[in-house]
């Protein structure tokens, strides 16, 4: 059974915005993983932060003189979160320690536990945080990332791992290497993640837990979730009470669905994968939007960060080249949006700006001949009609540059409907025009994620 239900959930604000850190197994190291931790706190945390290791005094490391104590007990102050970077075995006198100076919150890095056959030691592990009313994160995890004050508690050099700009996703993932893939996609594509939290075998806070916090956490509008399965009796539950409560959207990506991935889950990291119908269920119990993948899992938390939630019908589609036009009607189709044709007035109206060999009924094709301002004038003339839009910037024609942007966010910020870009390619303009769009609107690559984005907006209502 998880300590959770015996703790106050106003303790998880300590693991994301605590005032003070200590990392218990600290090392000037940097290529160890309590070494890399220190380096990754004294990098951007806003916080005080505290190395604990007897083997070390004073250590010049990232540039400062860092004082080492040797217990916990020593340190100048209670720490509001202690790391424990160590051994399994040595992780346990660590905790009663932290238990014994008043600490109520511990992330629990160190593997070694359940996930490896070592029930034993989680039972010990969870029967000393029950007996202080401490508060763990894992263990078998690489804990937290805050992008809005700089907590980074992961061990993976930003060398390896990019960091993403804080955003108004939070990602919530019971795989540590999962939540460092997905975060490192996530900075390469500009996707804005405010807070990561991993939470390895799950021995006490779950996602139950932290989706109740986001809740009173301004700058978070969605809650994406990686999950394998639950744990302990009550979690689906648990679960299905806060989603309810939260009232923000959740996207939830279920691995383990096959006989075969739910041996493997198991394994992991402790969790009962369990019958997926029964996930399926209960996802649709709880009004949580489901994800195929983890592309598509970002794909729709940014699109429901960013838009109103709306059922969209119409819509619709303005490129530059005609096949993927009728790839993207395709899509938007197989996924019941229509692109229905505009009325005769509009296609008049169109005809007096666009190149003479342009198609105006929608899908409106632009053709290489085009330039910059056409897509500007086909989104104000057709956006009148439908309820959104999806645009297949293909700027490779010379008429055409990376000031495409600007023309559809001048026809964003004038009808404020969803529109989603469409971009396909690599040159040095196509990743301008991406930069100049990400901030405002979803900007995907192939049309069947344009239209899985649309589709999603209308999921809750």
Known sequence: MSVGNHSSIELIKSFLFPSSVAIVGASPNPSSIGGQILVQLLRGFKGRVYAVNPKYSVEKIYGKEIQFYKDISSLPEVPELVVIATPAEVALGILEEAGRSGVKAVIVVSGGFAEVGR?????????????????????????VYNAFNGLDTMFLPIEKAARPRPGPIAFLSQSGAVMTAVLDWAAGEEIGVGIAVNFGNRSDITEADLIQYLGGVEEIKVVAIYLEGFRWRGDAMRFIKAVKSLKKPVVVYKAGRSDDSKRAAVSHTAAMAGDYKMYRALFKQAGVIEAEDLVELFDIAKALALYKPTRIEKALVVSSSGGMAVQIVDALNAVGISVP?????????????????????????????????????????????????????????PGYSERVADEILVSYEKYGKPIVVVSFGASQQTKILERRLKERLVVVNTPARAAKVLSSLGALL
């Open 341 to 397: 044709e505009l009325p005769q007035e509009a296609q008049l109206e169109l005809k007096k700006h666009l190149p003479p060999v342009a198609t105006t009924s929608n899908p409106i094709d632009l053709t290489g001949s085009g330039a910059d301002v056409h897509f500007g004038k086909a989104l104000e003339v057709g956006l009148k009609y439908v309820d959104a839009a999806v645009v297949a910037a293909l700027i490779h024609p």
């Open 119 to 143: 029930v034993d030691l989680e039972n010990e592990l969870i029967k000393i945080a029950r007996k202080y009313g401490v508060r763990i994160l894992g263990p078998n995890c690489i804990g």
